[in-house]
């Protein structure tokens, strides 16, 4: 079945920090890829999406590349704050009639003044 | 825009009672998914519906059930609760030019005693 595996947490970074979170997936058919955000007590936001081979998503000075030979997806941001603070899921969505998403455990990060 | 909300916030059952959780989906969405997320852990799909009908299901028993409205506001329903039922429930809405991408409400939190 489809599946992602993610970087296990938790990760902690100072400010201004380099942030890379791993992300591989299992699927069949061409599926589309997603990073969502958790803030504590919140709900999922979504961070950026890529739908196809070599596509980079981006958003907030995080980005992704969907790379089809390593079948990945990192999520990097160059420059951390204590705002990135939250729990990061990779997701992928196959188009199979319900587009339904299928999260990785999610990776939590804090990030320290 | 008005995005997703769900009712209540926080709720406490006991084992073998039943509950209902509402959402409303985003502006010009017309499909809704629900999403189960255990403590520490991604989420898990429940099931989708679209224009009313239930458009794809996860592995999860037939004690949770659905409704769309035609407002394509839903509920989830869940029949003969059990103490592993105790998690976040997670509402999504998307539009039918773009079923891939989904955007989530806060989360409903439920306990079961």
């Known amino acids: 079945g489809d599946s992602v595996t993610q970087m296990e947490g938790p990760v902690t970074l100072s400010e201004e920090a380099f942030l890379t979170i791993n992300c591989t997936y299992t699927a069949t058919g061409y599926p589309s890829l997603f990073w969502y955000v958790q803030y504590p007590g919140e709900g999922l936001q979504l961070l950026l999406k890529a739908t196809k081979a070599d596509d980079k998503g981006s958003n907030k000075g995080f980005e992704a590349t969907y790379r089809k030979e390593t079948t990945s997806f990192h999520l990097e941001k160059g420059s951390v704050q204590v705002s990135d603070s939250a729990v990061y899921f990779c997701?992928?969505?196959?188009?199979?009639?319900?587009?339904?998403?299928?999260f990785g455990a999610g990776t939590t990060v804090t990030v320290r003044a | 825009e008005t995005g997703v909300t769900q009712s209540p916030t926080h709720l406490i059952k006991t084992r073998g009672q039943q509950v209902t959780l509402r959402c409303s989906s985003q502006s010009g969405h017309n499909t809704v998914s629900w999403y189960q997320q255990a403590l520490g852990q991604g989420p898990q799909f429940i099931f989708q519906?679209?224009?009313?009908?239930?458009?794809g299901r996860g592995n999860f028993p037939p004690r949770f059930s659905g409704l769309q409205f035609p407002n394509y506001s839903s509920e989830l329903n869940v029949n003969a609760l059990e103490l592993d039922d105790s998690a976040l429930y997670l509402c999504?809405?998307?539009?039918?030019?773009?079923?891939?991408?989904?955007?989530f409400g806060p989360g409903t939190r439920l306990t079961v005693t």
């Open positions: 999504a809405s998307s539009s039918e030019g773009q079923p891939y991408e989904q955007y």
């Open positions: 519906y679209y224009r009313e009908e239930e458009n």
């Open positions: 997701a992928l969505s196959v188009p199979r009639g319900d587009y339904k998403l299928s």
